[in-house]
């Protein structure tokens, strides 16, 4: 790898001196010498430099740290920017990727390793978006126009549910994804959780344009409207709406009117991510599944909240033959193993996923699945393995009683 051009906007001496230390360790990074002491001339300076990563001190003077990422970001795009703060937490990280930064850095605590790894994430991110910029109009044509002789196939819809919130789907959707596209899949992502979906967060993006700036056009909606809201990305994704009210204005017809345009671009995949609340969205992305995958864990409240979905989708007249059951977070530890849950739901889980919270935490907070960066994790594997198996049957049992224990 190049050296990595770094830029470091820090205003307390102590701050400057630890990175500044810790920089001369790391061969790769090349520190650019500049002066600046307020937002204005920081702008200006990186505009006139253009680093390939910004170490920002989250108190830099003149302005909001997360407000000034977001001006450098769109100033600088190709330019990566690093917070650095005295304390990390779980609201200032979110923060700081919704504002586009790539990381977040404790300057008390980091090491050289986890600085060296961060700049070489982020130099990554700032390489891989000069050559999507480089790529010429013959070469992105190629990429997305089919040849006319060839007979396109049918987009397939995977729905992705859970009765009961926090079980992990939005991650398991974002990470799937990731899979597809390295088996050469072209995938988009539809965040139906349309009051508080994280799929663009979870994906390091940003946006300004979602579901909601096109749902309340139903009359004029076309495939080319639809495209203008998709974030092009390697997995292209439909944003939620920023706002929860916004979600809440969008009708079930809207939301299918959306999913069937969607399926008119040219993806080979289309995986749904919905709410746990049973809403006309939810319901018409149900019924636009050609496959709908339910995520259950070991506790008895979503075991119990996934076989009364079950008693509904009778009621709805969604049938259960296109539905596969997952389970998430699995441990060996709960008394309320895979075989049981099956006879619960009447339904054989197709596969577990391991519990693995430190690794799933750690890629949400910075903006990446981990199946990019984790690849041998055990968690990871289960995600490629559910990849394989998107077309395995579902095999039905008897259902049993369900018992009114806690899973330990």
Same mark, same amino acid.
């Given at each position: 790898?190049?050296?990595?051009?770094?830029?470091?906007?820090?205003?307390?001496?102590?701050?400057?001196?630890?990175?500044?230390?810790?920089?001369?360790?790391?061969?790769? +990074?090349? #520190?650019?010498?500049?002066?600046?002491?307020?937002?204005?001339?920081?702008?200006? +300076?990186?505009?006139?430099? /253009?680093?390939?990563?910004?170490?920002?001190?989250?108190?830099?003077?003149?302005?909001?740290?997360?407000?000034?990422?977001?001006?450098?970001?769109?100033?600088?795009?190709?330019?990566?920017?690093?917070?650095?703060?005295?304390? *990390?937490?779980?609201?200032?990280?979110?923060?700081?990727?919704?504002?586009?930064?790539? &990381?977040?850095?404790?300057?008390?605590?980091?090491?050289?390793?986890?600085?060296? *790894?961060?700049?070489?994430?982020? +130099?990554?991110?700032?390489? &891989?978006?000069?050559?999507?910029?480089?790529?010429? @109009?013959?070469?992105?044509?190629?990429?997305?126009?089919?040849?006319?002789?060839?007979? /396109?196939?049918?987009?397939?819809?995977?729905? @992705?549910?859970?009765?009961?919130?926090?079980?992990?789907? *939005?991650?398991?959707?974002?990470?799937?994804?990731?899979?597809?596209?390295?088996?050469?899949?072209?995938?988009?992502?539809?965040?139906?959780?349309?009051?508080?979906?994280?799929?663009?967060? #979870?994906?390091?993006?940003?946006?300004?344009?979602?579901?909601?700036?096109?749902?309340?056009?139903?009359?004029?909606?076309?495939?080319?409207?639809?495209?203008?809201?998709?974030?092009?990305?390697?997995?292209?994704?439909?944003?939620?709406?920023?706002?929860?009210?916004?979600?809440?204005?969008?009708?079930?017809?809207? @939301?299918?009117?959306?999913?069937?345009?969607?399926?008119?671009?040219?993806?080979?995949?289309?995986?749904?991510?919905?709410?746990?609340?049973?809403?006309?969205?939810?319901? *018409?992305?149900?019924?636009?599944?050609?496959?709908?995958?339910?995520?259950?864990?070991?506790?008895?409240?979503?075991?119990?909240?996934?076989?009364?979905?079950?008693?509904?989708?009778?009621?709805?007249?969604?049938?259960?033959?296109?539905?596969?059951?997952?389970?998430?977070? @699995?441990?060996? +530890?709960?008394?309320?193993?895979?075989?049981?849950?099956?006879?619960? #739901?009447?339904?054989?889980?197709?596969?577990?996923?391991?519990?693995?919270?430190?690794?799933?935490?750690?890629?949400?907070?910075?903006?990446?699945?981990?199946?990019?960066?984790?690849?041998?994790?055990?968690?990871?594997?289960?995600?490629?393995?559910?990849?394989?198996?998107?077309?395995?049957?579902?095999?039905?049992?008897?259902?049993?009683?369900?018992?009114?224990?806690?899973?330990?």
């Amino acid at each position: 790898m190049d050296r990595i051009r770094v830029l470091l906007l820090a205003i307390f001496p102590r701050v400057e001196q630890r990175i500044k230390t810790l920089l001369v360790s790391i061969p790769t +990074a090349e #520190l650019i010498d500049t002066d600046v002491n307020n937002a204005e001339a920081a702008v200006e +300076a990186i505009l006139q430099t /253009k680093p390939d990563v910004v170490l920002l001190e989250n108190d830099f003077p003149g302005m909001d740290g997360f407000y000034l990422t977001e001006i450098i970001r769109r100033e600088s795009p190709f330019t990566q920017i690093i917070i650095l703060s005295e304390i *990390s937490s779980a609201d200032a990280v979110r923060r700081a990727m919704r504002a586009g930064a790539c &990381d977040y850095l404790s300057y008390k605590s980091v090491t050289v390793e986890e600085l060296s *790894s961060a700049l070489e994430h982020a +130099a990554q991110l700032a390489e &891989d978006a000069r050559s999507k910029s480089r790529v010429s @109009f013959d070469d992105g044509e190629k990429q997305v126009v089919r040849k006319k002789t060839e007979k /396109k196939q049918r987009t397939k819809v995977v729905t @992705f549910y859970s009765p009961k919130g926090g079980v992990g789907v *939005s991650t398991i959707v974002t990470n799937l994804a990731q899979v597809l596209h390295a088996k050469g899949q072209k995938v988009l992502i539809i965040d139906g959780s349309l009051q508080f979906g994280d799929i663009a967060v #979870l994906s390091n993006h940003n946006p300004t344009r979602t579901i909601a700036s096109i749902a309340g056009k139903e009359a004029e909606m076309d495939p080319e409207m639809v495209k203008s809201v998709i974030i092009e990305d390697k997995v292209h994704i439909l944003p939620a709406p920023n706002e929860a009210d916004e979600g809440l204005a969008i009708s079930g017809s809207a @939301f299918a009117q959306i999913i069937q345009q969607c399926r008119a671009l040219d993806y080979e995949v289309i995986l749904v991510n919905t709410s746990p609340y049973v809403s006309d969205p939810t319901f *018409s992305a149900l019924e636009a599944a050609d496959l709908i995958i339910v995520v259950v864990t070991q506790e008895i409240s979503s075991v119990r909240a996934t076989r009364a979905f079950f008693n509904l989708m009778g009621n709805l007249q969604l049938g259960r033959g296109k539905v596969r059951v997952i389970l998430n977070r @699995f441990t060996e +530890a709960s008394s309320l193993l895979p075989q049981k849950i099956g006879e619960i #739901l009447g339904q054989k889980i197709m596969l577990s996923i391991p519990a693995d919270g430190a690794t799933a935490v750690r890629a949400a907070n910075l903006g990446v699945p981990f199946v990019v960066d984790y690849k041998d994790q055990p968690i990871s594997k289960a995600i490629v393995n559910l990849a394989a198996h998107l077309d395995s049957p579902a095999e039905q049992v008897e259902p049993v009683v369900l018992e009114e224990t806690q899973a330990s």
